[in-house]
Each structure stands twice: as structure tokens, then as C-alpha cells.
């Protein structure tokens, strides 16, 4: 794990073209996660002179990874008399720099000023290109004068394993990027990856905020107890949220699902649909070609909400370093692997973390395992 800086341009931040690597660390954990940011901690020395070669400000990456992480703090602890202090680094994946902007003020203003203001609405559509619509309205295509582009950073909406969305119109109440965004991701179980310069990208030169939902590998990445794979399993058995239909509600609709569930086995979830139609006049939720839409879509989303509350069996697991299967080889994080697990227990789940460790032993790492939600 050979972590490097990027020098980029003071007129275009976001273009990462430049590096020098990173010397005299002597610890370093990486993590990539599948939505939320990943995170870094490098210690050093104070002697190694990285105090004022890694300001917080400063993106990194290393050799064998294309995130990119910027760091947020540096902290120093002077501890007893003659014993040589440290630094400490931390830092965060660069999406979670999108906590830096809220939504709406993309809005054209007039000497600060916002002028005939309204109610931020997101076009229909499915909620993975919403997310990027959102990213790209904030980063990319500003009016007003208090946000200013950064170009060399595009979001993309690059999923591979697509399941049902629960498409419609949305209102995105004033709130910071990031938190509208994990929301977002959260409808239809999709991550954001940070992808820094390289030639798969869409333009080689630019960093990618790409939207996905990982690959599935379920046929060919099968992590098995018996094989020795398994480490810190957890095994839950669980009916407590298992529901089997939805009854969903909006501001001026509602639907249900019929199910041949009956007695103790039918459990019913209340599904609020109320962002889907509260921006709508009177005259509008009596037109046909604009409440069918908003209706497939609760239907969707009461689906999928039912979906999600299946009987649980693996809660979560992490796999042991002796494994076959190699990080970044054969799966990533956001991928769909198979898992066979103890006590007769199998399950379909996603790769929704990966830690990486440097100290003066080597380098180790391992994944972590969780239910999927389809």
C-alpha cells in the first residue's frame, strides 16, 4: 500500500493529475465502504516533516486502489519527556466533501438574495440518476454566485446489477448534499464509489462520483465456512420486521398489495408515498397521465419495501485473510457474493466494507459481508 498525494491546479481543484508519494509513515489504515465515506488514518513521526507535506485539504490515494480520500485533520500529542511525538492523519473518501454544499442553493440569486423561491424538485425519474442529477446541479452546472463549479469531478450513473426502482418526482427539503444524496441511494440499495483519473474512465482525466449497485457474483465468489473463509460471523434468525404486503400512502393516494398471506402470517407494512404527490395542485391529481405515474410508482416502492423485510437468517460477517478470493481481483467493494455459512445457513450478500491495514508487521486486510437488500 504505497499512499501518494495529488497536486492539483489552484484554478481546477478537482482535476487530479499530479503526485509525489508519501514517505516516512509508520501506520496506515485504509477503508472503502459501499455508501457511506471511507476513511484513512496515517500515522507518522512529527521528525518525517508530514505535517506540512499532507495538510488537512490534501487528496491522497494509494498504488493498488482508484479511491481517492482527502485529508480532514492533523493532529499532534506531545506525550512524556523524551519520547518522540507522532502525527496523526485522518481523512475521509472525497464524496464526503459533498457535506461541504446544501441543496437548493444552485438557485440564481441576486446580490445573495434568492428571488422568487420554490420548492427544490427533482424530475422523474429512477432514484440512481437522481442522485446524480443532484450531485451534477451542485457541482457542476451552478448559477448562482454562491456556489462555483468543480470541474473534473462528474457523477456517474454507472450501476451493473439493476433491480426495480421506485421512480418519481421528488422534493428535496433544504438539507446538506451528502444527507440528500445517502437518502437517494438508499431507495433502491445503491453505493457511491469514488473513482480517481484513470483510462476506464468516461474522460481519463477526470474523477468519477459513480453511482452503482456492484456485480453479481454470485456463480463465481462463493465464501464458505467449511472452506475456512468465515471469521466473526454473526447468525440471527429473525420474523420481527418479516412482512409479506404493503399498504402505501401518499397525499392523495393510496394502494395496497393482496397477498395469499392469511391470519399470524399476513404482516402488513405502511409504506409513505407523501413525496411523491404533496407538490401537486387540485387540477393535477385528477389528470390521468399524471397520477398513473405517481400510482405505479408507490406500487413499486411498496414492493420493494417488502422486499427488504424478508425473515433474516446471516447478519453479517467478515471473511479471513486465507481466503481464495482476493480483494480487487476477483469481487469489490459493492459486489454480490455467495455465502455459506454454519449451522445450514446460505445467504446472497454484498461487500459493504473493506479494511486495509500498513504497520511495521506488513500489510494485511480483510472485507465485510452484510444482507443484501433486494
Given at each position: 500500500?504505497?499512499?501518494?498525494?495529488?497536486?492539483?491546479?489552484?484554478?481546477?481543484?478537482?482535476?487530479?493529475?499530479?503526485?509525489?508519494?508519501?514517505?516516512?509513515?509508520?501506520?496506515?489504515?485504509?477503508?472503502?465502504?459501499?455508501?457511506?465515506?471511507?476513511?484513512?488514518?496515517?500515522?507518522?513521526?512529527?521528525?518525517?516533516?508530514?505535517?506540512?507535506?499532507?495538510?488537512?485539504?490534501?487528496?491522497?490515494?494509494?498504488?493498488?486502489?482508484?479511491?481517492?480520500?482527502?485529508?480532514?485533520?492533523?493532529?499532534?500529542?506531545?506525550?512524556?519527556?523524551?519520547?518522540?511525538?507522532?502525527?496523526?492523519?485522518?481523512?475521509?473518501?472525497?464524496?464526503?466533501?459533498?457535506?461541504?454544499?446544501?441543496?437548493?442553493e444552485?438557485?440564481?440569486?441576486?446580490?445573495?438574495?434568492?428571488?422568487?423561491?420554490?420548492?427544490?424538485?427533482?424530475?422523474?425519474?429512477?432514484?440512481?440518476?437522481?442522485?446524480?442529477?443532484?450531485?451534477?446541479?451542485?457541482?457542476?452546472?451552478?448559477?448562482?454566485?454562491?456556489?462555483?463549479n468543480?470541474?473534473?469531478?462528474?457523477p456517474?450513473?454507472?450501476?451493473?446489477?439493476i433491480?426495480?426502482?421506485?421512480?418519481?418526482?421528488?422534493?428535496?427539503?433544504?438539507?446538506?448534499?451528502?444527507?440528500?444524496?445517502?437518502e437517494?441511494?438508499?431507495?433502491?440499495?445503491?453505493?457511491?464509489?469514488?473513482?480517481?483519473?484513470?483510462?476506464?474512465?468516461?474522460?481519463?482525466?477526470?474523477?468519477?462520483?459513480?453511482?452503482?449497485?456492484?456485480?453479481?457474483?454470485?456463480?463465481?465468489?462463493?465464501?464458505?465456512?467449511?472452506?475456512?473463509?468465515?471469521?466473526?460471523?454473526?447468525?440471527?434468525?429473525?420474523?420481527?420486521?418479516?412482512?409479506?404486503?404493503?399498504?402505501?400512502?401518499?397525499?392523495?393516494?393510496?394502494?395496497?398489495?393482496?397477498?395469499?398471506?392469511?391470519?399470524?402470517?399476513?404482516?402488513?407494512?405502511?409504506?409513505?408515498?407523501?413525496?411523491?404527490?404533496?407538490?401537486?395542485?387540485?387540477?393535477?391529481?385528477?389528470?390521468?397521465?399524471?397520477?398513473?405515474?405517481?400510482?405505479?410508482?408507490?406500487?413499486?416502492?411498496?414492493?420493494?419495501?417488502?422486499?427488504?423485510?424478508?425473515?433474516?437468517?446471516?447478519?453479517?460477517?467478515?471473511?479471513?485473510?486465507?481466503?481464495?478470493?482476493?480483494?480487487?481481483?476477483?469481487y469489490?467493494?459493492?459486489?454480490?457474493v455467495?455465502?455459506?455459512?454454519?449451522?445450514?445457513?446460505?445467504?446472497?450478500?454484498?461487500?459493504?466494507?473493506?479494511?486495509?491495514f500498513?504497520?511495521?508487521?506488513?500489510?494485511?486486510?480483510?472485507?465485510?459481508?452484510?444482507?443484501?437488500?433486494?
Open positions: 500500500m504505497q499512499l501518494f498525494k495529488f497536486i492539483p491546479t489552484v484554478s481546477d481543484q478537482g482535476y487530479l493529475e499530479q503526485g509525489a508519494f508519501i514517505n516516512g509513515i509508520k501506520t496506515a489504515t485504509w477503508v472503502e465502504r459501499y455508501r457511506e465515506p471511507g476513511e484513512v488514518t496515517i500515522t507518522a513521526p512529527v521528525s518525517s516533516g508530514l505535517r506540512t507535506f499532507l495538510p488537512p485539504g490534501t487528496i491522497i490515494s494509494h498504488t493498488d486502489t482508484l479511491e481517492a480520500m482527502m485529508i480532514e485533520n492533523a493532529e499532534i500529542t506531545e506525550e512524556k519527556d523524551g519520547e518522540a511525538p507522532e502525527i496523526r492523519f485522518t481523512g475521509r473518501s472525497l464524496d464526503a466533501w459533498l457535506e461541504q454544499r446544501v441543496v437548493g444552485d438557485i440564481e440569486t441576486y446580490f445573495g438574495l434568492i428571488l422568487n423561491f420554490f420548492p427544490y424538485e427533482l424530475a422523474y425519474d429512477t432514484s440512481w440518476f437522481q442522485a446524480k442529477a443532484l450531485i451534477a446541479h451542485h457541482l457542476n452546472n451552478a448559477t448562482g454566485i454562491l456556489t462555483s468543480i470541474d473534473g469531478i462528474v456517474i450513473d454507472n450501476q451493473q446489477h433491480g426495480p426502482s421506485t421512480a418519481a418526482a421528488r422534493i428535496i427539503e433544504p438539507t446538506y448534499l451528502h444527507k440528500a444524496v445517502m437517494l441511494l438508499a431507495i433502491d440499495d445503491f453505493g457511491i464509489k469514488v473513482v480517481r483519473p484513470n483510462d476506464a474512465n468516461v474522460d481519463p482525466l477526470t474523477t468519477e462520483f459513480r453511482i452503482h449497485n456492484g456485480n453479481d457474483l454470485t456463480d463465481s465468489v462463493i465464501f464458505s465456512h467449511l472452506a475456512g473463509d468465515l471469521q466473526k460471523a454473526r447468525y440471527f434468525w429473525s420474523i420481527k420486521s418479516h412482512k409479506t404486503d404493503y399498504f402505501a400512502v401518499s397525499t392523495y393516494f393510496m394502494t395496497r398489495s393482496d397477498s395469499a398471506s392469511t391470519g399470524f402470517n399476513r404482516r402488513t407494512i405502511l409504506v409513505d408515498c407523501s413525496d411523491m404527490d404533496g407538490h401537486l395542485s387540485d387540477t393535477e391529481v385528477i389528470d390521468e397521465d399524471v397520477h398513473e405515474p405517481i400510482t405505479d410508482a408507490m406500487i413499486a416502492r411498496g414492493e420493494q419495501a417488502v422486499r427488504n423485510r424478508n425473515a433474516q437468517t446471516i447478519m453479517s460477517t467478515n471473511v479471513t485473510a486465507t481466503t481464495q478470493y482476493k480483494f480487487r481481483q476477483h469489490d467493494v459493492g459486489d454480490i455467495y455465502v455459506k455459512g454454519n449451522y445450514d445457513t446460505e445467504a446472497v450478500m454484498r461487500v459493504t466494507e473493506h479494511v486495509e500498513l504497520d511495521e508487521t506488513g500489510e494485511s486486510g480483510y472485507p465485510t459481508l452484510s444482507a443484501v437488500n433486494e
